[in-house]
């Protein structure tokens, strides 16, 4: 009932702006508002602690079983230890964190510190523990199914425009009374669903998460009720997967029904299911689907548009790299580089032109050309200069001599600005404070080729990838991300996002994720913890299937961890879902491991 709840734990929180965050966040009140992420971190923990407490109490001095528990079990060992290490380099890598601050509960906006993923972890090993008999699995099940029922009816009232968090009454059980007013004025800020999941992604990450599990559950009901409630939860929440425009999320709702699939058809050749209910099963459910998809698409024009953006990640209208270029450099200067040269500053575009900023006197400027020659300025009516050059048409500066800051309009809705500063041009960030250097693109040249692609990520991802030769061992500490990225690397941001304000906070990866908080090392432990449960999941779900009544629950549990590591490459682990699969992930785990499950009913 705890993970089954999570996702919709809505509470305000006003986190005060520190020295260090303000450097990537602003706020006019001296706060940032969470409705949505640090409430749920807060839950997880505290869930933690009472698992804790409840281990201690009723394996030591009530049942004082403790040496016949299913965590004491041999092929129980390896996912102990692994554990283990990985909670102890989080740990490590915590105390040395340079940002001590952000460790615990994580960064604004990305509440996930060390003692959420601790948290995770403790699910996970509770899970094997206490969801090792028939009763506990029966609950795991309707649980499993209502949470993902209660998704599809949230996630359908927000598209029809009565979404949950915007409703005056559910604003009484967000905030305090005082705030009460303040609560009812939460409106959504984008047109994707996202419920109480923050961020859209985070939605089509749990319906890829929830869909196979779901789906299989009630595949393999007996019940009616739960039959026709789990196989209706399932293709509601690939309805979600959807409208959240999450590809993330559809892709690996679209992966997992084709894993789905072909397990099932194994399945049906070896006689491990009856065949002429679950053929007829198949086809009804194939006909409604896609009977139900192509009238969406026929009458829906919404629906259509996001089918389009969804299956174009993104962009309902794919151009090449060139192409954006050259239509850019219609109205901007396409920036490819900026540098500082000694006391100058110079800018290059994809042609090859170069503009030189340099200090003309004490309170001038001066601006050359690729040659080197001086330009010829005028000044416009908001006295910025600009040039006859058409090179640099789309160029304007203006120079504050009393403040020493240069302004540069290239054509974007934000300016850059420089601060001449130990003589030399540097970043003035926030408006707070200078950057010594100016950052740029140094990772991997196969991801330069097309920084935008997958919405961004291709840059944050090289970005990521280049800070890893400090991350080997430990990493940087939970929470950490935000500062060490190589943040307003202005030629790359310009290039994907067109402004070069934006700040990046995470990876959008899960993977890259877990190797900068916590290290190299600590990934590729977790990477194992995922690979040997695969490979046993393969031995006991598709190869030497075992036939009893909770077939298909393990089933659903390996398919949507095979899930969940899909959304992971595009998508960070994040509170609104993780804990879930922690929990799905250890239930699973129990399930594919050949131990026998406890008769309790």
Known sequence: MFTAILPYVTYLHQQPITR?????????????????????????????????????????????QWKDIPLRNKNMRLPIILVGIYALLLIISGICSKNHELVLMGVVKHYEGLLGVLGYLIIFLAAINYFCDTKSLEFFSWAMILTTFACTVFGLMEYMGYPLQEDDFFAHFIAPP??????????????????????????????GLMFPLTLA????????????????????????????????????????????????VIYWFRGKIERLPSLIGFVCAAVVLAGGFAYMMKNNDDFRSRVDTVVNNGSASKITVEEYRKKMAKKHYVLKEIRQEGHDLALEDFSGSIITVSRNGDDGLEFLDTEGNVLKTSTDKNDFSCFKDKRYKNCRFSWNASVEKLYIDLGYS???????????????????????????????????????????????????????DDCLLIGKGSGSFVTVFPQYDYASLLEVYETPGMVVNKAHNWYLGVAVDSGVVSLLVM?????????????????????????????????????????????????????????IFGVGWYAVSCNKVIETD
Request: glycine share 8%; with cysteine; proline share 2%.
């Open 527 to 583: 990477l194992t913890l995922l690979g040997v449960f695969l490979v046993k999941g393969a031995k006991t779900v598709i190869l030497h299937p075992i036939d009893d009544r909770f077939k298909h629950l393990r089933l659903g549990t390996y398919v949507s961890v095979i899930a969940f590591m899909l959304v992971g490459i595009v998508n960070d682990s994040y509170v609104c879902v993780s804990p879930v699969f922690w929990f």
């Open 217 to 264: 559950l009630g595949l393999g009901s007996k019940n009616i009720l739960r039959k026709a409630l789990g196989l209706l939860s399932a293709a509601g929440i690939a309805v979600c997967a959807m409208l959240s425009n999450s590809s993330g999320g559809l892709y690996s709702v679209a992966a997992s029904a084709a894993i789905l699939f072909i397990i099932y």
């Open 178 to 207: 005082e705030k009460y007013e303040f609560a009812t004025t939460l409106k959504s800020q984008s047109e994707n669903v996202h419920i109480t999941f923050f961020n859209s992604n985070y939605l089509g990450g749990f319906c």
């Open 414 to 468: 934000k300016n850059l600005t420089f601060k001449y500063e130990d003589d030399k041009f540097k970043p003035f960030v926030h408006g707070l404070y200078t950057q010594d250097t100016i950052n740029s693109y140094k990772g991997p040249e196969c991801f330069k080729k097309d920084l935008s692609a997958f919405s961004g990520r291709f840059y944050i991802w090289g970005a990521t990838i280049s800070i890893l």
């Open 20 to 64: 260090l965050t303000q450097k990537y966040f602003s706020s006019n009140t001296g706060a940032i508002n969470d409705w949505f992420l640090f409430q749920k971190e807060f839950f997880v923990v505290v869930g933690a602690f009472v698992l804790i407490g409840i281990f201690i109490v009723e394996e030591f001095f009530v049942e004082k």
